[in-house]
């Protein structure tokens, strides 16, 4: 079983930057492929970012490609999503999701694939 948390969201102006953190507790996150998604209240769940177990593969969204940076510190048993020239369209709650990789350098885009999900971060951008 793996324990998500996700930390970092708030209000911030339009433009601005956050970082979002997942931590793992009770278990490592080294081998597992993980994903941040978000949803806006009345809308789905969508596909934010995702990086594979090492770190060396990353995808993202088209609305986020360029603004957005998903990376990892397995020694810190952490990811990061750094957010900058935020939008008010960014707005949502943000979720972590994990998965087992079995050490291949996957990424995963639905949330169906991931198994583990943490609680969500609220992040509000106003305009």
């Known amino acids: 079983q793996v324990q998500l948390v996700e930390s970092g969201g708030g209000l911030v102006q339009a433009g601005g930057s956050l970082r979002l953190s997942c931590a793992a507790s009770?278990?490592?996150?080294?081998?597992?492929?993980v994903g941040w998604f978000r949803q806006a209240p009345g809308k789905e769940r969508e596909f934010v970012a995702a990086?594979?177990?090492?770190?060396?593969?990353?995808y993202y969204a088209d609305s986020v490609k360029g603004r957005f940076t998903i990376s990892r510190d397995n020694a810190k048993n952490t990811v990061y999503l750094q957010m900058s020239a935020l939008k008010p369209e960014d707005t949502a709650v943000y979720y972590c999701?994990?998965?087992?990789?079995?050490?291949?350098?996957?990424?995963?885009?639905?949330?169906?694939?991931?198994?583990?999900w943490g609680q969500g971060t609220q992040v509000t951008v106003s305009s």
């Open positions: 990086v594979s177990w090492s770190g060396g593969r990353t």
């Open positions: 009770e278990r490592s996150l080294n081998s597992y492929a």
């Open positions: 999701a994990a998965r087992t990789s079995l050490y291949s350098e996957g990424y995963y885009l639905r949330p169906i694939e991931y198994s583990y």
